[in-house]
């Protein structure tokens, strides 16, 4: 059970890392950015070149795919969604989920569909001690991961709470036309909450690869819409919530891998199958429920 | 005398109708000896597309509410037909086998299975229709995506309908002429909705869901049976593919299909005709790709990239006229949803 619980939490982490993008997106920009898990797999991708080809150290490898997830953000925002900032929001979900497809195609292309191996970059046995006396195992790598995110957060939330910019986002998140008539350059707040969201997913997209060995050009895909159900759950918008959510979806997904449904003799759900359906069941329950999600504002509509 | 009979009335409409049905009895007695087998699958697959967007379009581009799992009552329709074809309909045909009355009772089964089909992705419609109550746009959009993953993930797990080998042997019951003349139902029926006063509370819905609210349309009702009537042609066009195709597999209606269908919609703008040429166009695309990529000696099929690449480029270009909508201007501005 502890066991389980520890997995669930280093899931979780990557997961929150995830979730914090879709969510300071789209506290600035009221926008699903469905291109998010594609920026996790960009992140991946550019950190495994830093680690396998370059040969650069794990935390430099971190901070190279995170500059790199943070130039495509950057670029997606610019060429993609400002031009439809005053469109109708439909068009910029579509365009979003244009965007999606075209980076993982494009990655299929360039790269192949093949998963490659990404280098165990940190020690991943487990530590002696811990398993000797409290019975679970914990490896170096779910450690540094852990902590690794903790800082990333910690990092977070001071930007968002103490510096001026962070201070520039809020307002934007508030009332974004007030905030322009307060002087703030509303463009380039977006701008960088984008570059950060993205950086934060790279990150993510490390921790990842090192996590489960593998990375390939749709391994975006299942984290970001789980991710994206997890700040919905915690409520989208609140980065506290993102956190939660994730963790909470991590919690749900370890739980079931290991439960076999069956339904009828002829319909049995293993876990490994049943982890990707209850991601949309929670999302759906959720929406139905309490579209506001768990630490959300419910927000009312505005006529 | 007695007063003039309702049939003068009706005659004409008749006349029309059967002059259309006749039509597209020779075009499809006729199309088989010119065109190839390949080209008539085009054919069909085609109509299917047509019977598909065309439902798709009145949720989507009517109603303007955003879904992105049609595929998912493709599925529903096709897998529940197919299924009774191969456990039922196969072997009650099969008594029939080489009598001359064989073709003419083949197409009476799949006339009496499409609705089946039909009703069965209907009812997935509503399913999906009454989160719409409470969803909106971003988020409808999700619920939609999940709904059709959890039913291809159901189905890859059900092996009653052949779980993730998928599901062969079914009877070839679809013919070039059932196959056009659901894609001419679909338009037309669609064509009259479009000028009748539920179309018209589409579209008043899609334009401002409260002022429609404010005009007196019950927006409930209506954009519930949105999604139940566009399921039901989906499932109707599940059917006509299944028993064409005579294998499904749950690859068939995934994610990429409702993007398709999305692509179809977006692409047509709004306008029926458009959309069925969009339909034409999307169906044709991935065979013109395969003449180039057997010509450059692609190992990769670069379909999903042009798809992307289209849907980016349109909403791009048209920015503001998505779906011909116009772009509703609130107080407020952009923090209106």
Known sequence: MSQQLINAISLGAVYALIALGYTMVYGVLRLINFAHGEVFMVGAFVGLAALTVFHLPFAVAVLVAMAGAALLGLIIERGAYRPLRSAPRLAALITAIGISLLLQNLGMLVLGAAPRAYPPAIDATPIGWLEEHAGVVVTRQQVVILVATAAILVGLSLIVSRTKIGKAMRAVSEDRQAAQLMGINVDRVIAFTFSLGSAIAGAGGVFYGVYYGTADPLMGLMPGIKAFVAAVLGGIGSVPGAMLGALLMALVETGVSSVTLRVSPSLTLTGSTLRDAVAFAVLIVILLLRPAGLLGRPGREKV | ?337
């Open chain 2, 1 to 337: 005398m007695s007063a003039p009979s309702p049939w003068h009335h009706y005659l004409p409409r008749l006349g029309l109708y059967l002059g259309i049905g006749a039509l597209l009895l020779a075009v499809s007695v006729g199309l088989p000896h010119v065109l190839n087998a390949y080209l008539i699958q085009i054919l069909v697959l085609a109509a299917c597309n047509i019977v598909l967007a065309v439902g798709l379009n009145l949720i989507n581009g009517v109603a303007g509410q955003f879904s992105i799992g049609h595929a998912g009552f493709m599925a529903l329709g096709a897998y529940v037909t197919a299924w009774l074809s191969v456990t039922y309909g196969k072997r009650w045909l099969g008594a029939f086998d080489g009598q001359a009355v064989e073709p003419v009772l083949v197409a009476a089964y799949l006339v009496v299975l499409m609705p089946i089909g039909g009703l069965t992705a209907a009812l997935g419609g509503l399913l999906v229709g009454l989160p719409s109550l409470r969803l909106r746009g971003d988020y409808l959009a999700i619920a939609t995506l999940g709904f059709g993953e959890i039913i291809r993930v159901l189905l890859l797990n059900l092996e009653a309908v052949g779980g993730a080998t998928g599901l062969r042997g079914i009877p070839q019951c679809s013919s070039l002429f059932l196959v056009l003349g659901a894609a001419v139902v679909a338009v037309a029926v669609m064509r009259n909705l479009g000028g009748s006063v539920h179309g018209r509370s589409l579209l008043a819905i899609r334009e401002d869901e409260t002022a429609a609210e404010a005009l007196g349309i019950d927006c409930a009702h209506a954009k519930t049976s949105a999604f139940v009537i566009g399921a039901f042609f989906a499932g109707v066009a599940g059917c006509l593919y299944a028993h064409y195709t005579q294998f499904i597999h749950p690859r068939s209606f995934d994610f990429m299909k409702s993007i398709e269908l999305v692509l179809i919609v977006v692409l047509g703008g709004g306008s029926l005709r458009n959309v069925v040429l969009a339909a034409i166009a999307i169906t044709l695309l991935p065979e013109g790709l395969r003449l180039v990529k057997d010509m450059a000696h692609l190992s990769f099929d670069p379909r999903m990239v042009i798809y992307s690449a289209l849907l980016i480029a349109v909403m791009l270009i048209r920015r503001e006229r998505v779906l011909q909508a116009v772009a509703p201007r609130r107080k407020g501005g952009e923090s209106a949803a």
